[in-house]
């Protein structure tokens, strides 16, 4: 199949797959009936905490909310993950009016442990733990005093609203604070076992499961409404990750480059165009990406197209400035996003440097924009005439050389030079030199 076709079809299935993921195959949601009239929403936070999730639980917390729920249950199994997502959700479960309970199933560091802190109830089973709640850069090293500082009270805030001790939410999040009577390590952020939680009123309860809580609850006869994510949410989760963000740049940056070396249109520029498509999608359905963005994004690669055809380069550069703008709007975090352009733009530049010394400029779309025919002398091309067989031809000066002037050889009035003295006018010269087009003459 021809690479044309073959492009094309790629094409229209990207299309067709990003159109049925906008539709919905949408909002999968189990009921159990158990004989009561009472509604619980089962709501899982598992994995990393991002915004992608944040749209999750608005849109699960919302429906809840329109069905009349008589109980919220977030069952919470989480390593943590972005601050500015956990912020967001605490206070999505803030304004609830339904009676909320965490039940940390696992683990509950970091976000996960602030979220859990925002429910009127907590429940663990006897292998999980929450704390640990420590503010880590993406690298790995810990954040900076003012960031720290101002976790610190977010997470005692949390705690202190939910009517709970303030000083463990503080040794979550500060390695300084000791705390000797629940024998924690020193210099470490504090993790709670179950009793240990369940003494510091950390939690209500110790369950094996989901259906022990029911009855810790008093729910044992209620409806069970288990929510999950839809598809189009778990894409929004994975492309939203801080991992993944740079590396969909990056394929983008490197089909789009690779294509401009292909002739037609071809593989490398369907994946950079789905690389690109992917990341907006993902950012628009976790609520990141509004249509300003997209709006910006698309006048940016109508601005590159019309670069190919008017001249000058202002046309180039605006559109890339809107393609990177519309790129600063859609990201969750400046900084992080400003690091996955950079990563992006390295990968180009690499690239570029690669595909041009390999291939040069004689393929690609530039063989339409590069002018590559060269008027050379082996083609019958000179740039001037040679007057080589004026040397040694005498002639009078016509004009005075001062050190140029005119001369009438051989009845031609020729251009002449001389080699740097004056030469009066109606004087007999000689040519001695031809340089190009400099006939340089003597005096007789």
Known sequence: MPRKRLAFYFSIYIVIILSLLSSGINNPVHADAQGGGKQIYVIPIEDDIERGLEAFLSRTTSEAVEAGADHIIFEINTPGGSVEAANNIGTIIANLEIPTTSFIVSEA???????????????????????????????GTAADKKAQSAWLKTMTSAAEAGGRDPLYAAAMADASIDLPELDAPEGEFLTLTPKE???????????????????ELGLSNGTIIQTEPTLAENIARFI????????????????????????????PGSVGLLSLALFFYGHFVAGLAGMEAIIILILGIALLIAEFFVPGGILGILGIGAIIGSLFMSGANVGHMMTSVAIAFLVAVIASVILFRRIGLDKGIFRHVILKDRTTTELGYVSNQNRLDLIGMEGIAATGLRPSGVAIINNERIDVVTEGSFIHANTPIKVVKVEGVRVIVREL
């Open 197 to 215: 939680a369940l003494e510091v009123g950390y939690a209500e309860g110790i369950v094996q499961d989901r259906t022990e809580l029911l009855f």
């Open 240 to 267: 939203t990750n801080p991992i993944v963000v740079p590396i969909l740049l990056s394929l983008a940056s490197l089909g789009l480059i690779l294509e401009l070396y292909s002739p037609g249109f071809g593989v």
């Open 109 to 139: 560091f970091s976000a996960g442990s602030y979220i859990a802190l925002h429910t009127d109830n907590i429940y663990m089973t006897p292998r999980a733990r929450m704390g640990a709640s420590g503010v880590i850069n993406s690298d």
